[in-house]
């Protein structure tokens, strides 16, 4: 919010002295941008400048430096994947350009994207490893680090355990760090490694994995040029991506297609929107029946495709006549007329894509909520075409590819799954004999047993003994990128903090692991070297992999995060092993060799024929590709799709260019067709593959199974695979080589032969609009565990409380108290343009810092009013489990009666205390505030463990000093 600052003396903006410092009298306008982080597309940022601040600007070239190299990386924040063009003299980087030459981001940044030279140059960053000594941050060599952590985390190993020590990760790795430190988990003997994914988009993948096949966006942001309609719900692309807006806004103008925003909030996107639905808190999966009851009763779903593509749409039918225009709008509050003009809108506008986010993930009920969304775009046809689909926008730069990479606590890299199988196949590919990494871990039962979720940690500190599926509580927490203030809960994640024998942060920032403890000891920061610093690939939201070029070498004493994990395993005993088919440099592990590791293993998804050398050519001939299909037209890389979306079947000699579209039948199979995966042939005796549907060319005019060896005998193709495959896939498979299936044939064989008669290694099957293995196979609603609406929970009540992920569930028992009364307005959060995730970096930056000072509560006018509340005030946030922020009161209709929202991105305060004193010196942000998350409140989604931050009550009293 911003707010003028006054101190009883007129003073020059922050802003302004910061320039004043630079310019030193006239500047041109390229050197300004140039020296302040920004250019031509960061005119976003720029507009945030005061009139009067900048001097008119001679005209200058506008060519970079001569002396500058120009190195290509891809920015660190959200998960577009825009192109930054580093210029580095001398070592030294001195200016970005957003490169006009990338299909993704084609010339443009957003704020955080334009000042992002500042993440690696910042003043704040972690500059050499420290402990906390006597309440104090002392430096230590890198040496003492790895020697005194090491220790203390094998004494630990030696007397609870390997799942006693928690390998957080992170989505701001690379693909190949990702992957690095899943290897390093298994390795130490524990699923307790996770990341950003289980508490940002897990339910996304869960449900749409579950529904046709592979738990990723189907399509693209360019191709959403070619929607005729689009659907948001939960998404508000043009803060949290705004680059993707651009996409969007192209489709708007030239298609004339309309955009329907549906969320509790008018955000900016729904200022873009043709139909705004402003929709109560958690009532997703009542609001897309409602939809789809107008759809159905008036015969506007697509029968063919349904017959030919769906598997149990009577059944949702069944449940969706529930929904009536009366019910629907007595529980979501949204009037029957309105949904009847969308479904009328979709049916009408097609192809359509529907987009989701954070806002529909973040639930009790999230898995549903994203399986009601596929199932309206089965309902309508839209999935497996140009300008349909479902296209999620992931938060993190690389949270797709670090879930892509295993780095989660229920598979192995590329959702293998924890079964003897998938440990088996990955020992093959890492050289390794399975029982050596079996008696890595405590039981062979806990090798195979998912983890304890990151959104759950501390209460595998917390909670009894007795109630933890494994031998000894947490006792050691290794915050590896990622920010504690992103998680629920923080009174008991601090109280988690205090009980631990070690926390270790690395990272470039401190983060707010740092300070919101009250420890005196035993608490280390390794500063980690930022993805500027290092090479590597990256995948976007769309499944494009890009290679981010390293633009300086990592500055003052950090290192890359596959060195530090490299330094560990050489401590803990097991380096040899951890890179045996990878080149070592000193102490760095070649980052090649760690990708063509993955392309040798990752064959259910494809992440195979993208060699590294593919990705780098692809990088460099970005201007070949078409900006709407994503296919080189000539040159160098000609035919491939950029970033080789997967899956890019068989090895890279294979030279398939990647699937820009997930399903689209209309292709072939090797020009980047597809068709629904057959994760499931058949259910109770009934077939669930397609009928009188296939990708275009193939010679299996029919739906069929995955492949396997077997099969390719039966069909007479076994003879196309060289002796060199068949000779891999029978050492695999010994006497049982007929059951060697297309995941686990490390020749690859098997993929290409299937994919040179046209049919998808995966099999042909149906869509399941029903996922009969999940607490609810077809998606009901439930009521929030702290819902204002307690006329709705015998109707629709929460799930009965339960067991899973190692850790007990509660539902009901926490339903059935109702709160409602003293705590009667919804607390939803999101995001802001300005900062990311937990926004230790974005709110160190001083040029993102000056435009967002300080955290605040959205509040409508009418609640405001009701508690005596005016523009500016501070205000206590008090949640219903103790949790309370102080923080300013904005008022605004954006938010509804009886609804309040808060950013997420601020830290550095708790309950009321700044805690700026307890940051090592020079390390505090340049903003610090209350996190949202400290009055957020118990939920997690009953099949990931997702927490819920969308909905949740709280009560909004005026600040009293």
Request: charged share 25%.
């Amino acid at each position: 919010m911003l707010i003028k600052k006054r101190d009883g003396e007129a003073r020059k903006s922050a802003l302004s002295e910061t320039l004043a410092s630079v310019a030193g009298g006239a500047m041109d306008r390229r050197a300004f941008l140039r020296r302040s982080g920004l250019t031509a597309g960061g005119a976003a940022l720029a507009g945030g400048i005061g009139a009067g601040t900048v001097r008119k600007a001679d005209a200058a070239p506008s060519a970079p430096d001569p002396k500058a190299e120009i190195k290509k990386s891809i920015c660190t924040h959200c998960s577009v994947g825009c192109t930054v063009n580093a210029e580095v003299v001398n070592g030294v980087w001195v200016g970005q350009e957003p490169a006009f030459d990338s299909p993704l981001n084609l010339g443009s940044h957003c704020a955080k994207g334009a000042a992002v030279r500042e993440h690696a140059h910042g003043d704040h960053r972690l500059k050499y490893p420290m402990k906390l000594e006597g309440g104090k941050y002392k430096r230590i060599s890198w040496e003492q680090a790895i020697t005194e952590v090491g220790d203390r985390l094998l004494k630990i190993r030696e007397t609870a355990g390997p799942d006693s020590v928690y390998w957080l990760g992170s989505a701001k790795f690379s693909n190949e760090q990702a992957y690095f430190m899943r290897k390093f988990a298994a390795l130490w003997g524990t699923n307790n490694v996770d990341h950003q994914a289980r508490i940002c988009h897990s339910t996304t993948v869960a449900g749409v994995a579950q529904t046709w096949g592979y738990g990723a966006m189907t399509n693209s942001y360019n191709d959403i040029h070619n929607s005729k309609a689009m659907f948001f719900i939960g998404s508000n692309a043009a803060e949290a991506h705004p680059v993707a807006m651009l996409h969007i806004l192209k489709a708007k103008e030239q298609n004339k297609a309309p955009l329907i925003v549906c969320d509790p909030r008018f955000t900016r996107t729904a200022a873009h929107a043709d139909e705004f639905v402003r929709m109560r808190p958690g009532t997703d999966v009542p609001l897309i029946w409602g939809i789809m009851w107008h759809i159905f009763e008036n015969g506007w779903e697509d029968k063919e495709f349904i017959r030919k593509r769906v598997w149990g749409m009577d059944q949702v039918k069944a449940e969706v006549a529930k929904w009536n225009p009366e019910e629907t709008e007595r529980v979501t509050g949204v009037p029957g007329a309105q949904l009847k003009r969308v479904a009328q809108i979709l049916a009408t506008h097609k192809p359509g894509t529907v987009v989701w986010c954070m806002g529909g993930t973040q639930h009790t009920v999230g898995n549903a909520n994203v399986r009601a969304y596929c199932n309206l775009q089965l309902a309508l046809g839209n999935v497996g075409v140009a300008g349909g689909g479902t296209n999620i926008f992931r938060g993190h730069d690389n949270v797709q590819g670090a879930t892509d990479m295993g780095l989660d606590v229920t598979t192995l890299p590329a959702y293998y799954g924890l079964a003897a199988p998938a440990w088996k196949h990955w020992a093959r590919v890492w050289g390794l004999d399975y029982d050596y990494i079996k008696g890595r871990f405590k039981t062979p039962e806990l090798m195979e047993a998912p983890g304890i979720p990151v959104s759950r940690w501390y209460d595998g500190v917390n909670e009894a003994k007795e109630n933890i599926a494994q031998p000894e509580p947490i006792k050691a927490m290794i915050y590896w990128g990622h920010a504690p203030n992103s998680q629920v809960r923080q009174p008991e994640l601090k109280k988690a903090m205090e009980k631990l024998d070690t926390l270790v942060i690395i990272d470039p920032y401190p983060t707010v692991s740092a300070v919101l403890h009250d420890r005196t000891d035993g608490v280390y920061l390794l500063p980690a070297a930022t993805q500027f610093e290092v090479d590597g690939s990256r995948t976007a939201s769309n499944r494009s992999i890009q290679w981010s070029e390293r633009v300086i070498k990592p500055m003052f004493e950090c290192k890359g995060d596959h060195e530090i994990m490299y330094l560990f395993a050489r401590k803990f005993g097991f380096a040899a092993e951890f890179t045996k088919n990878i080149k070592v440099e000193g102490d760095v592990p070649l980052i090649e060799d760690i990708l063509r590791e993955i392309n040798r293993g990752a064959w259910t998804i494809a992440y195979t024929g993208q060699s590294p050398e593919r990705l780098k050519a692809h990088m460099a001939n970005q201007q070949t590709f078409d900006k709407t299909t994503l296919r080189a037209v000539g040159g160098p890389c000609d035919g491939d799709y950029y970033g080789l979306p997967w899956p890019c079947w068989g090895n890279a000699a294979m030279k398939h260019p990647g699937t820009p579209n997930l399903y689209d039948s209309s292709k072939p199979v090797k020009d980047g067709g597809l068709n629904f995966r057959a994760l499931f042939p058949e259910y109770k005796g009934e077939s669930l593959l397609a009928v009188d549907s296939w990708p275009e060319g193939s010679e299996l005019p029919a739906g069929h199974p995955g492949f396997t060896y077997g099969m390719l005998k039966k069909l007479g193709w076994d003879v196309d695979l060289t002796p060199d495959e068949l000779a891999v896939i029978q050492k695999i498979g010994g006497e049982k080589a007929d059951d060697v299936a297309w995941t686990i044939d490390l020749s690859g064989g098997i993929q290409r032969v299937a994919v040179k008669h046209g049919a998808a290694p995966f099999g042909n099957g149906k869509a399941r609009a029903v996922v009969w293995n999940f607490p609810d196979p077809v998606p009901l609603h439930r009521e929030p565990l702290y819902t204002p609406r307690r006329d709705l929970v015998e109707k629709y009540p929460t799930h009965a409380d339960k067991k899973m992920m190692r850790l007990p569930f509660l539902y009901k028992s926490i339903q059935d108290k109702d709160v409602s009364k003293e705590f009667p307005i919804i607390l939803t959060s999101g995001r802001l343009v300005e900062y990311e995730g937990g926004g230790d970096e974005t709110r160190s930056n001083p040029w993102l810092a000056e435009l967002q000072p300080d955290m605040f509560v959205e509040v409508n006018p009418f609640d405001a009013n009701n508690a005596g509340l005016r523009a500016g005030d501070y205000v206590w946030v008090h949640g219903p489990e103790g949790g309370k922020v102080k923080v300013k009161a904005r008022i605004t209709e954006r938010v509804g009666r009886g609804v309040a929202f808060m950013p997420f991105h601020f830290g550095g305060w708790f309950q009321g205390k700044d805690l700026r004193s307890k940051y090592p010196e020079g390390a505090a942000p340049i903003v610090l505030g209350e996190s949202t998350n400290t009055a957020q409140t118990y939920g997690y989604d009953s099949v990931t463990a997702m927490q819920e931050t969308k909905v949740t009550l709280c009560r909004i009293e005026k600040f009293q000093a």
